[in-house]
T-cell receptor, first 115, second 113 residues
Framework: AQSVTQLDSHVSVSEGTPVLLRCNYSSSYSPSLFWYVQHPNKGLQLLLKYTSAATLVKGINGFEAEFKKSETSFHLTKPSAHMSDAAEYFCVVGAISGGYNKLIFGAGTRLAVHP | EADIYQTPRYLVIGTGKKITLECSQTMGHDKMYWYQQDPGMELHLIHYSYGVNSTEKGDLSSESTVSRIRTEHFPLTLESARPSHTSQYLC????????????FGPGTRLTVT
């Protein structure tokens, strides 16, 4: 079965410092992995996705994630945090269940950025 | 540009009322989804559709119902709203296949008093 675990429920960084949001996955086959961001009172926006091509995936707004099969991890990083990065981030794995495709969401990591 | 719309954005309604949450997409996607999200929590799939006249229950049991009469439209209905239905409801659509991301609408925040 497919699942994702986001290791931190809250992360707090100072503006201009690096961001690391951790995600481990479990999948019985080669996974499709996604990071979504949700700003307050907004819908979800796709940051990036991994679909068995390059293991280092670059997304929007300077975010990137590295797929590490040996560690079953897909951590999200950004070299320098901006105030506008404050939001909820969801690590997501694609799965097939009961004959249909679905997304399985992690519990989310709330990122706070301080001046 | 990918567009998916939800109306209303916010709804406060009394117990026992019938409500319909609207969702429309302009991308021609066959697959559409409804998720329920409580504050600070992950999303739970409550309904999905493969295409016109196709609707299925998701992972989380819900008293709501959905219909898919047109490709672009996937409304969700609660026949008799209760306070336990208070939540955020997010609609999404995608192409076929697990490698395709889902595009999300802005959500409807429902409060039942």
């Amino acid at each position: 079965a497919q699942s994702v675990t986001q290791l931190d429920s809250h992360v707090s960084v100072s503006e201009g410092t690096p961001v690391l949001l951790r995600c481990n996955y479990s999948s019985s086959y080669s996974p499709s992995l996604f990071w979504y961001v949700q700003h307050p009172n907004k819908g979800l926006q796709l940051l990036l996705k991994y679909t068995s091509a390059a293991t280092l995936v670059k997304g929007i707004n300077g975010f990137e994630a590295e797929f590490k099969k040996s560690e079953t991890s897909f951590h999200l990083t950004k070299p320098s945090a901006h105030m506008s990065d404050a939001a909820e981030y969801f690590c997501v794995v694609g799965a097939i269940s009961g004959g249909y495709n679905k997304l399985i969401f992690g519990a989310g990591t709330r990122l706070a950025v301080h001046p | 540009e990918a567009d998916i719309y939800q109306t209303p954005r916010y709804l406060v309604i009394g117990t026992g009322k019938k409500i319909t949450l609207e969702c429309s997409q302009t991308m021609g996607h066959d697959k559409m989804y409804w998720y329920q999200q409580d504050p600070g929590m992950e999303l739970h799939l409550i309904h999905y559709s493969y295409g016109v006249n196709s609707t299925e229950k998701g992972d989380l049991s819900s008293e709501s119902t959905v219909s898919r009469i047109r490709t672009e439209h996937f409304p969700l209905t609660l026949e008799s709203a209760r306070p336990s239905h208070t939540s955020q409801y997010l609609c999404a659509s995608s192409e076929q296949g697990i490698s395709y991301e889902q595009y999300f609408g802005p959500g409807t925040r429902l409060t039942v008093t």
